[in-house]
């Protein structure tokens, strides 16, 4: 079948119309499981080819390497986000330590906020640390502390689009001009905002992170992570990658990590899993827009609570980010809000009168979902370090999934209630 010009569709067609590489010999119309970790060759000069890349299409060997349900929800990320290469993990985590396992040295540093999802906090400040990594952390707003902080051993700056749970918003089309003029390239973690509400390429991202756990599982079905390089970092100026080859269809980066360090990592994904992410990805524009819609709903209906204390939403007026939320994903910035309340006691008190939003850590379900984040994500930090990571004890974070709008607002107003 003749491959299909996809420019001009739309973002749901695009990854709904997504062809397969190879035709199925049945004519299936979703990419079946191939639930096996070998592949046959005809003969001895066939597999020699195809583990020499000497074939004109890529064969697959072995599913640690690659495997065709997986390549096939790749090429469904390539056709939503736009990004030239895509390596699906088996978590989130597994797409940030892979990243950086690719680009970081001894000796190497990383700037970023500390402001961070807990276990990336850890690995920079930790697991990195222990191969001689250094985290350097800045103010994201502060654009002259990033500008001071970099140095000729800086492999990246590192941001999560959104924090969470503080739901900052780095302005990345001037971070990425710094970056720029001194050679490093922009990792963001984009869990947060799906690509039919964040365009990173014009953002000026270079390479993209994605917790595919939650927006894309389809109803947090199953873990896995995203990698994605758009090509606009030329990878000479990174000392670890400077002598890797560019090839025709792959960058330095793309090509280190795929043939070098994630198949050693081996945190590949699982191809039921991709089966079932890649049906996730058919329905996403569908469940990000609810999602996010009723996300503002439920914001502005904290707002008006005498007992809640403060809501942090980016599109909300009391927001120091609503302008580059706005400028940056259309005034759709995604289903996590947070809210706080007097006291631990009384988030505590709230969160066990819930009946319809359930007290579960995990973003983007189809469930609402709500989480005391200093006892739980951060529980085990210490108070000092609860206190460079912002962690506040009266706040929570909720997760707003698919239920109708009015009966999340009696499930509020009726906990609330437990409170006078
Ligand atoms: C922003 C962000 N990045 C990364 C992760 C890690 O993803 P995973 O649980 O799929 O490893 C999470 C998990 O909650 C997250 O919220």
């Known amino acids: 079948m003749a491959q299909k010009d996809t420019r001009n569709e739309k973002f749901s067609t695009r990854i709904i119309s997504e062809k397969f590489r190879k035709e199925d010999v049945h004519g299936a119309i979703s990419m079946p499981i191939y639930r096996n970790a070998a592949f046959e060759f005809p003969n001895s000069e066939s597999i020699a080819n195809a583990f020499q890349y000497k074939e004109d299409i890529a064969s697959h060997t072995y599913t640690r390497i690659t495997n065709p349900t997986v390549e096939n929800l790749e090429n469904k990320i390539k ?31 990383i700037v970023t906020s500390p402001h961070l999802f807990g276990n990336t906090f850890s690995l920079f400040k930790f697991t990195l640390a222990a191969f001689g990594v250094e985290v350097r952390f800045v103010n994201t707003d502060n654009l ?135 049906l996730g990805m058919e329905t996403l524009q569908l469940r990000f827009e609810r999602m996010s819609a009723s996300a503002y709903q439920l914001a502005l209906f904290l707002s008006h609570q005498q007992k809640v204390v403060k809501v ?66 951060y529980g085990t930090f210490s108070p000092e370090m609860k206190e460079v990571m912002g962690i506040e004890s009266n706040l929570m974070r909720l997760s707003v999934g698919l239920e109708d709008i009015s009966d999340l607002q009696e499930d509020i107003i009726n906990a609330l209630a437990i409170l006078d």
């Open 79 to 109: 056709a939503a986000s736009g990004a030239d290469d895509v390596m699906m993990v088996a978590s989130g985590m597994a797409a940030i330590s892979n990243t950086f396992f690719t680009i970081a040295y001894a000796g190497s540093n």
């Open 144 to 278: 002259e502390e990033i500008a001071s902080a970099i140095d000729e051993n800086t492999c990246a700056f590192f941001c999560e689009l959104i924090t969470n749970p503080h739901l900052e918003i780095a302005n990345l089309p001037e971070i990425s001009k710094i970056l720029k003029a001194r050679n490093v390239p922009m990792i963001v973690d984009t869990t947060i905002v799906a690509w039919c509400g964040f365009d990173a390429r014009a953002a000026g991202v270079d390479i993209e992170v994605v917790s595919t756990t939650k927006y894309i599982s389809g109803g947090a079905t199953t873990i896995g992570g995203a990698i994605l390089d758009y090509g606009t970092f030329d990878w000479k100026h990174n000392k670890r990658l400077s002598s890797v080859v560019k090839t025709d269809t792959m960058s330095q980066f793309s090509f280190k990590l795929k043939r070098e360090i994630a198949r050693n990592i081996g945190a590949a994904m699982d191809p039921e899993t991709a089966s079932l992410q890649a």
């Open 312 to 377: 942090g939403y980016p599109k909300l007026d009391s927001s120091s980010y609503k302008s580059i939320s706005d400028r940056l994903f259309s005034g759709n910035p995604g289903a996590m809000l947070t809210f706080s309340l007097e006291s631990k006691e009384a988030c505590y008190k709230f969160m066990d009168k819930l009946q319809i939003i359930r007290r579960a850590t995990n973003l983007f379900d189809n469930k609402t979902l709500i989480i005391h984040p200093e006892s739980t994500i």
